[in-house]
Every structure is written in structure tokens, then in C-alpha cells.
Nanobody, 123 residues
Framework: QVQLVESGGGLVQPGGSLRLSCAAS????????VGWYRQAPGEQRELVAT??????????NFADSVKGRFTISRDNVKNTLSLQMNSLKPEDTAVYYC??????????????WGQGTQVTVSS
């Protein structure tokens, strides 16, 4: 079965950096779109960044609020996904979820979610 396990969250001061990682198993990783979503208290879950399946071009998509500050990358050999977060702001505080969707060739693709990791930006 598909499993997504996040790591790397924590407390960081404004302006600081964090790197989140997601280890995927039970799936043919390159065939899936993957990415990160986040949910702040009292808010809806929102897209942070995604990267498409290899066969569909691997295009990246970022929320406007994180463009220029966050970088997403995937390692299709180690089956891992990373999110490098720089110049963090208090409004980046949220639970961050790893997401997978695929396989790309199926008309009805499934969403998969990790358990989430807390990121807190505060002085």
C-alpha cells in the first residue's frame, strides 16, 4: 500500500530555513505527481508546491505566496520528495502534508496523503 512519511518540520525564526522530506513507498514513484500542501489552524488545506510525474514532463507549480522562497525537488531513485523553505515568515506556520496522485496513465487517479509535519515560524 502507498505510504508517504514526512520529516523535517520544527520551530524556526522568521527569515530562517527548513527542509522537509517525504519518503514514499508502495508506489512506482516516477509515475506519480507529488507535492506539498499545508493547513493552518482554522484554514483550508492549500497547495504549496507540486511536481508532475516524470512521463508528463515533471513540471513544477508553486503557490504565489511561496514563489522565490521555496524549492521543490524529487529523487526518483530514492523515492523521496523534498521542500526547501527559505526566508520563512510567520504566515508559513502550518501542518505540511506530503501528497501523491497517480499513476499518471490512469483516468481515475487516487490522492494519497502523509500524516503531516508541523512547521512553526516564530521568534
Amino acid at each position: 500500500q502507498v505510504q508517504l512519511v514526512e520529516s523535517g518540520g520544527g520551530l524556526v525564526q522568521p527569515g530562517g530555513s527548513l527542509r522537509l522530506s517525504c519518503a514514499a513507498s508502495g508506489m512506482t514513484f516516477p509515475q506519480y505527481a507529488v507535492g506539498w500542501y499545508r493547513q493552518a489552524p482554522g484554514e483550508q488545506r492549500e497547495l504549496v508546491a507540486t511536481i508532475a510525474a516524470v512521463a508528463t514532463g515533471g513540471n513544477m507549480n508553486f503557490a504565489d505566496s511561496v514563489k522565490g522562497r521555496f524549492t521543490i525537488s524529487r529523487d526518483n531513485v530514492k523515492n523521496t520528495l523534498s521542500l526547501q523553505m527559505n526566508s520563512l515568515k510567520p504566515e508559513d506556520t502550518a501542518v505540511y502534508y506530503c501528497w501523491g496522485n497517480g499513476p499518471w496513465y490512469l483516468p481515475s487517479k487516487r490522492d494519497y496523503w502523509g500524516q503531516g509535519t508541523q512547521v512553526t515560524v516564530s521568534s
